[in-house]
């Protein structure tokens, strides 16, 4: 079997990988190690902070660890909104073109910068929570809010696509939920949801998403 390390933005990513994706991809034989939060600080004891993309350098830091084990794949799941400066490409990114333009082309910098043959970048387009909009009734149903349902709807529709809800300070995703739902809690709510909306829905709404996921099926593949 494959095996695949993940370098994940924080405690939401780590928990939907672990239980989404990680039964999903060992299906197709890729085996999904415990995925890797990015370290925030480190203490001189070996213990520390997680969670969060401060600063380009703790990405590579990271990532190089990570590479330094000699048979495994290695991933990422970090956030294209918020991304720190001094991220490779990102001069690049705000010039012309699609968000899907942009977004592949930061990829591509962030794997000319990492340059190493078993690295797949991965930017999470716009950010991890737009995946929740790729089934507005199953949100609304968790939080008991019937006309939730078509708020959500009709941001999703605006903007063209989940992944196409922009990077604006007040208009992310995440910052979309928090202002429609008082009690939204990211690392417990978006996980669950996003394992009832289920890979077939995420893949259906989430084109970068759909991409990348068949990038890491065909790891498994003899």
Same mark, same amino acid.
């Given at each position: ?14 928990? +939907? ?25 480190? =203490?001189?004891?070996?213990? @520390?902070?997680?969670? @969060?993309?401060? @600063?380009? !350098? ?8 990570? =590479? ?22 990102? %001069?690049?990114? !705000?010039?012309?073109?699609?968000? !899907? %333009?942009?977004? /592949?082309?930061?990829? /591509?910098? +962030? ?7 078993? +690295?797949?970048?991965?930017? /999470? ?19 008991? %809010?019937?006309?939730? /349902? ?26 979309? =939920? ?30 970068? +998403?759909?991409?990348? =996921? ?9």
């Amino acid at each position: 079997m494959t095996r695949l390390l993940m370098l994940v933005e924080g405690q939401s990513e780590e928990i +939907f990988v672990k239980r989404v994706l990680t039964p999903h991809l060992a299906s197709y034989g890729v085996h999904v190690a415990h995925p890797v939060v990015l370290w925030t600080k480190r =203490l001189p004891a070996g213990s @520390g902070f997680r969670g @969060g993309a401060v @600063g380009w !350098q703790q990405i590579l830091g990271d990532l190089r660890r990570l =590479l330094g084990d000699s048979d495994a794949w290695v991933t990422t799941m970090l956030d294209y909104y918020g991304l720190p400066k001094g991220f490779p490409g990102q %001069q690049a990114a !705000q010039g012309a073109g699609s968000a !899907q %333009q942009k977004v /592949a082309r930061l990829e /591509a910098s +962030f794997a000319q910068a990492i340059n190493h043959q078993r +690295f797949i970048p991965f930017l /999470a387009l716009h950010e991890f929570e737009a995946w929740l909009f790729s089934d507005s009734e199953t949100v609304a149903d968790y939080f008991g %809010q019937a006309k939730l /349902a078509n708020r959500l709807h009709a941001i999703r529709s605006r903007a063209g696509g989940p992944e196409l809800i922009n990077d604006g300070q007040t208009t992310h995703p995440k910052a979309r =939920l928090s202002a429609l739902i008082a009690d939204y809690k990211e690392t417990s709510d978006g996980p669950t949801l996003l394992h009832r909306i289920g890979i077939a829905a995420l893949r259906a709404a989430c084109p970068h +998403f759909d991409a990348w =996921l068949k990038r890491l099926e065909s790891l498994g593949k003899p």
